[in-house]
C-alpha cells in the first residue's frame, strides 16, 4: 500500500491518493482524502486512506514523505499502531535542514508542531543497487528492510511504483477539483 499527495499553497488543502497495490506494483485499488495545508490532520487524511484499503494481505504501508501539506505530517508509528503493519516513510531527496526555523515562524502551535514532527525521528540514508540514495524512517520494519521493500518496488527511477502511481492519482485529483472549481472548506 502506499500514500502521496499533491498541492498548490493556493488551494488551502492538499489531496492525499492511496493505492493498494500487489509485490510486483500491480495496483487493485484507490482511495482518496483530503488534508489541510499547515494543517494537524495528515495522519488522519492517511488513516481514512488505509481504513478503506486495508486487507491481511498488505505487507507494509508506504509513504511519500511523513512532513507533508506545507509542515503538516503523518505519524507513522499511529499508522503503525493502528493498523499493526510496518509503515516506512520515504524522502526521495536530501532532506531540508531548516524545518524548525520554517515552523517557528510560520505557526502559533509551534511548540506543539515541532514536538509531533521531531517524534517522526531522522531518515536513514539507504543505497540501492541501482545507486539512488532514498532516506527512510520506519516503524514495524527495521530501515533497511523499509529501503529493501522500497528498492523491490521500483519501475522507472528512484521511486517505488506504487508511491509514484498515487502522487500521480494525487495530482490528477487535486486538478480535477480545481476544473470543477470545487473548492473545499477547511480542508474537507
Same mark, same amino acid.
Given at each position: 500500500?502506499?500514500?502521496?499527495?499533491?498541492?498548490?499553497?493556493?488551494?488551502?488543502?492538499?489531496?492525499?491518493?492511496?493505492?493498494?497495490?500487489?509485490?510486483?506494483?500491480?495496483?487493485?485499488?484507490?482511495?482518496?482524502?483530503?488534508?489541510?495545508?499547515?494543517?494537524?490532520?495528515?495522519?488522519?487524511?492517511?488513516?481514512?486512506?488505509?481504513?478503506?484499503?486495508?486487507?491481511?494481505?498488505?505487507?507494509?504501508?508506504?509513504?511519500?514523505?511523513?512532513?507533508?501539506?506545507?509542515?503538516?505530517?503523518?505519524?507513522?508509528?499511529?499508522?503503525?499502531?493502528?493498523?499493526?503493519?510496518?509503515?516506512?516513510?520515504?524522502?526521495?531527496?536530501?532532506?531540508?535542514?531548516?524545518? =524548525?526555523? /520554517?515552523?517557528?515562524?510560520?505557526?502559533?502551535?509551534? !511548540?506543539? &508542531?515541532?514536538?509531533? $514532527?521531531?517524534?517522526? @525521528?531522522?531518515?536513514?540514508?539507504?543505497?540501492?543497487?541501482?545507486?539512488?540514495?532514498?532516506?527512510?524512517?520506519?516503524?514495524?520494519?527495521?530501515?533497511?528492510?523499509?529501503?529493501?521493500?522500497? =528498492?523491490? /518496488?521500483?519501475?522507472?527511477?528512484?521511486?517505488?511504483? !506504487?508511491? &509514484?502511481?498515487?502522487? $500521480?492519482?494525487?495530482? @490528477?485529483?487535486?486538478?480535477?477539483?480545481?476544473?470543477?472549481?470545487?473548492?473545499?472548506?477547511?480542508?474537507?
Amino acid at each position: 500500500m502506499a500514500i502521496a499527495e499533491s498541492f498548490r499553497l493556493e488551494d488551502g488543502f492538499s489531496v492525499y491518493a492511496g493505492v493498494r497495490a500487489t509485490r510486483d506494483a500491480v495496483v487493485e485499488d484507490a482511495a482518496f482524502a483530503v488534508a489541510k495545508l499547515g494543517g494537524a490532520d495528515g495522519t488522519d487524511a492517511a488513516e481514512k486512506i488505509v481504513a478503506a484499503l486495508i486487507r491481511p494481505d498488505v505487507s507494509i504501508i508506504m509513504l511519500d514523505g511523513c512532513i507533508v501539506s506545507f509542515y503538516n505530517w503523518i505519524d507513522g508509528e499511529a499508522l503503525y499502531a493502528k493498523f499493526q503493519k510496518p509503515v516506512a516513510c520515504y524522502v526521495f531527496e536530501e532532506p531540508e535542514g531548516r524545518v =524548525e526555523e /520554517a515552523v517557528r515562524k510560520l505557526f502559533p502551535d509551534w !511548540p506543539d &508542531r515541532l514536538r509531533a $514532527i521531531e517524534k517522526l @525521528g531522522s531518515p536513514t540514508p539507504y543505497y540501492t543497487k541501482a545507486g539512488y540514495k532514498i532516506y527512510v524512517r520506519s516503524w514495524g520494519i527495521d530501515p533497511i528492510y523499509a529501503g529493501k521493500a522500497a =528498492e523491490l /518496488a521500483m519501475k522507472l527511477g528512484k521511486m517505488p511504483e !506504487p508511491l &509514484r502511481v498515487a502522487r $500521480i492519482m494525487a495530482a @490528477g485529483a487535486r486538478a480535477l477539483l480545481n476544473t470543477l472549481g470545487l473548492r473545499l472548506v477547511n480542508g474537507h
